[in-house]
């Protein structure tokens, strides 16, 4: 069996935010495979408080030296109060989704994360003292996002501003019915909060334990153990080629 087939008629469930799904549902039937949508939350810009105080760090940003993309959606939603960047930053992105996504906005990217995650970034020698000593770093990403990046950096000497252009709220979708999730083949999460709010939303989350699950990293596994899941499928990384790598490779060893 050739891996372009193991997705055949393979009904995958992707939970991205509405307008995020679109990749991965390409690369999903491009190989065959049937995808329902059921976004997990949604985008949201900042509360009106938030915005009087982005705007006014952008009228301090020649005070910073670099800037740190967490996500796509934090480049997306930056662009709205932060159109133009300090040539003199040192920009840094975590993935090459985030990657690819500044350079789209004619952001050049000087520092990428090799692992598409924190940890990795937080590996490599730029990061480390006395190289990060001294450096004022703002961090771009969604309201509430981990503490690790800045809880590090400032340890080894850097002063961190988190930069907050958007919030993530659960979805108000009604449950997906017994019948629904009995034709589900995989599931796939991009986030911990995603997987989080997924079982939120069910009127039963038991229902799910038994869809194999895929998840974007060891932290993810770990959660989806936590909840019960049965199968659990650890991509390499978040992106769309990962995800779709190991459904792929999933479903060869189980055919």
């Known amino acids: 069996m050739n891996s372009a087939s193991t997705l055949s008629n393979k009904t ?9 799904e679109k990749n991965l549902r390409s ?23 938030d915005i009087q105080q982005l705007i006014h760090l952008r009228e301090q940003l020649h005070h910073f030296t ?12 930056s662009q ?5 960047l300090p040539e003199h930053f040192i920009i840094v992105s975590i993935g090459s989704k985030t990657k690819k996504t500044l350079e789209e906005h004619d952001i050049p990217v000087d520092i990428e994360a090799p692992d598409h995650n924190t940890e990795s970034l937080l590996t490599m020698a730029a990061f480390q003292m006395p190289e990060i ?6 961090i771009f990403r969604g309201k509430g996002g981990r503490a690790l990046l800045g809880d590090t950096l400032i340890r080894r000497g850097a ?13 108000e979708h009604p449950p997906l019915t017994e019948s629904q999730i009995d034709s589900l083949d995989a599931i796939t999460i991009s986030s911990n909060e995603g997987l989080d ?18 998840v ?40």
Not at 12 to 20: A, F, N, Q, V
Not at 66 to 71: D, K
Not at 80 to 84: I, L, R, T
């Open 12 to 20: 995958i469930l992707i939970t991205r935010p509405e307008g995020r």
């Open 27 to 49: 690369l999903l039937e491009k190989a065959g495979g049937k995808v329902v949508h059921y976004p997990v939350f949604k985008i949201q810009p900042p509360l009106d408080i």
């Open 66 to 77: 670099m800037a740190i993309f967490i996500s796509p959606t934090a480049v997306i939603q």
């Open 80 to 84: 709205d109060y932060f159109p133009v």
């Open 133 to 138: 000593d001294g450096h004022r770093i703002l």
């Open 159 to 171: 002063q961190v501003r988190y930069v907050e252009t958007y919030r993530r709220e659960i979805t």
């Open 197 to 214: 709010n997924l079982v939120t939303l069910m009127e039963d989350p038991t229902l799910l334990i038994d869809v194999p699950l895929v």
């Open 216 to 255: 974007p990293g060891k932290r993810a596994a770990t959660l989806a153990r936590q909840h019960g899941f049965k199968t659990i499928i650890t991509a390499q990384n978040a992106t769309d080629e990962a995800i779709i790598t190991a459904l792929k490779q999933h479903f060869t060893s189980v055919a």
